[in-house]
């Protein structure tokens, strides 16, 4: 996190205290970041296991080319279950994506709304000494750091 006063710019460090109230804030989130966590680790196991099965399928037609016989039914079995195991890849990192996509605009949104009232509240006196425009910068990097 960045804090900035007056042009200088000095990293804080990140408390456990920080990382606190940041989850508390993604609690109304939690269940959609649990759901794309999910998609995510379902697509990450299939795209360790389909090499496994792509091998399994050159040994296959490899093997065939050399005794000359095909197996058409084992190289089809093999190559619909990698059909299969790239459709769900696909559609996993997709549906996380799209999730996590939400989640990310839909947080960032309400965190510009709460900004936006707080600074509604701040005293005149305040602006009188820090440049709105550098004050709605700072806002909008933070924002879209922690988005």
Same mark, same amino acid.
């Given at each position: 996190?960045?804090?900035?006063?007056?042009?200088?710019?000095?990293?804080?460090?990140?408390?456990?205290?920080?990382?606190?109230?940041? @989850?508390?804030?993604?609690?109304?989130? @939690?269940?959609?970041?649990? #759901?794309?966590?999910? $998609?995510?680790?379902?697509? #990450? #196991?299939?795209?360790?296991?389909?090499?496994?099965? &792509?091998?399994?399928?050159?040994?296959?037609?490899? !093997?065939?080319?050399? %005794?000359? %016989?095909?197996? #058409?039914?084992?190289?089809?079995?093999?190559?619909?279950? &990698?059909?299969?195991?790239?459709? *769900?890849?696909? $559609?996993?990192? @997709?549906?996380?994506? &799209?999730?996590? !996509?939400?989640?990310?605009?839909?947080?960032?949104?309400? &965190?510009?709304?709460?900004?936006?009232?707080?600074? !509604?509240?701040?005293?005149?006196?305040? @602006?009188? %000494?820090?440049?709105?425009?550098?004050?709605?910068? *700072?806002?909008?990097?933070?924002?879209?750091?922690?988005?």
């Amino acid at each position: 996190m960045m804090h900035r006063r007056h042009g200088n710019m000095k990293k804080e460090k990140i408390t456990k205290k920080d990382l606190k109230k940041l @989850f508390k804030s993604l609690k109304p989130y @939690f269940i959609f970041i649990l #759901v794309a966590m999910i $998609f995510i680790i379902t697509s #990450v #196991v299939l795209s360790i296991l389909a090499p496994q099965y &792509l091998s399994d399928l050159t040994n296959e037609m490899a !093997n065939n080319a050399i %005794s000359k %016989s095909i197996d #058409v039914d084992k190289i089809w079995h093999i190559a619909t279950i &990698l059909i299969i195991f790239y459709a *769900i890849i696909g $559609f996993c990192s @997709f549906t996380a994506g &799209l999730i996590m !996509n939400r989640v990310t605009q839909t947080y960032g949104k309400k &965190l510009r709304e709460e900004i936006s009232l707080k600074i !509604n509240k701040m005293p005149l006196r305040y @602006f009188d %000494s820090h440049p709105y425009g550098d004050t709605l910068s *700072i806002v909008t990097n933070d924002v879209d750091t922690i988005t």
